[in-house]
T-cell receptor
Framework: ETGVTQTPRHLVMGMTNKKSLKCEQH?????MYWYKQSAKKPLELMFV???????ENNSVPSRFSPECPNSSHLFLHLHTLQPEDSALYLC???????????????FGSGTQLSVL | LAKTTQPISMDSYEGQEVNITCSHN???????ITWYQQFPSQGPRFIIQ???TKVTNEVASLFIPADRKSSTLSLPRVSLSDTAVYYC?????????????FGSGTKLNVKP
């Protein structure tokens, strides 16, 4: 148990559906991240939130819409996805460091998304 | 965007010591080096972190030379359950916030 919970664990959706992925962290961290991992590929950073403010959007298509209502919760809203968006979506949190990169990322188990 | 380079894969046998080296030639003064382990269909898990010289914990050691342009993760006496992908990360600082880009990682295959 990492202290980061993602739901659902698996999701199958059609290209016209709208769904949301949820992430909750119980670690008191102030930074949260969405990563995408396609089959046999490295993790791709999608979004970063620090203190509820989005500080990074790594050229992610608008069909992915993140939301961070508070420091403990992070959502990824999905609409009109494509089959190539099928992947493992991972949420992570960390305690933001003001002076260095000595943060440690704590990951959830991920949501395995299949777009049909 | 990843600032690190690692071997794509390594093979080892149970009981051996495994050393995985990571290159980070452009590491900045305030950058730490962090290693993660990932099993299939799971999120990466923190292994060890260091800034310079040597760091050791209950699962691994991390060796960082004086110039900090590389680091070596050492796994003592690996077992089959250590078969995983190992990532070396050096954070990137932008506008007073950190971002962490993963490279390809090193797939370690431990054989019986």
């Amino acid at each position: 148990e990492t202290g980061v919970t993602q739901t659902p664990r698996h999701l199958v959706m059609g290209m016209t559906n709208k769904k949301s992925l949820k992430c909750e962290q119980h670690l008191g961290h102030n930074a949260m991240y969405w990563y995408k991992q396609s089959a046999k590929k490295p993790l791709e950073l999608m979004f970063v939130y620090n203190f509820k403010e989005q500080t990074e959007n790594n050229s992610v298509p608008s069909r992915f819409s993140p939301e961070c209502p508070n420091s403990s919760h992070l959502f990824l809203h999905l609409h009109t996805l494509q089959p190539e968006d099928s992947a493992l979506y991972l949420c992570a949190s960390s305690q933001e460091s003001r002076v260095s990169t000595n943060e440690k990322l704590f990951f959830g188990s991920g949501t395995q998304l299949s777009v049909l | 965007l990843a600032k690190t380079t690692q071997p794509i894969s390594m093979d080892s046998y149970e009981g051996q010591e495994v050393n995985i080296t990571c290159s980070h030639n452009n590491i900045a003064t305030n950058d730490y080096i962090t290693w993660y382990q990932q099993f299939p269909s799971q999120g990466p898990r923190f292994i060890i972190q260091g800034y310079k010289t040597k760091v050791t914990n209950e699962v691994a050691s991390l060796f960082i030379p004086a110039d900090r342009k590389s680091s070596t993760l050492s796994l003592p006496r690996v077992s089959l359950s250590d078969t995983a992908v190992y990532y070396c990360l050096v954070g990137e600082r932008s506008k007073n916030f950190n971002k962490f880009y993963f490279g390809s990682g090193t797939k370690l295959n431990v054989k019986p």
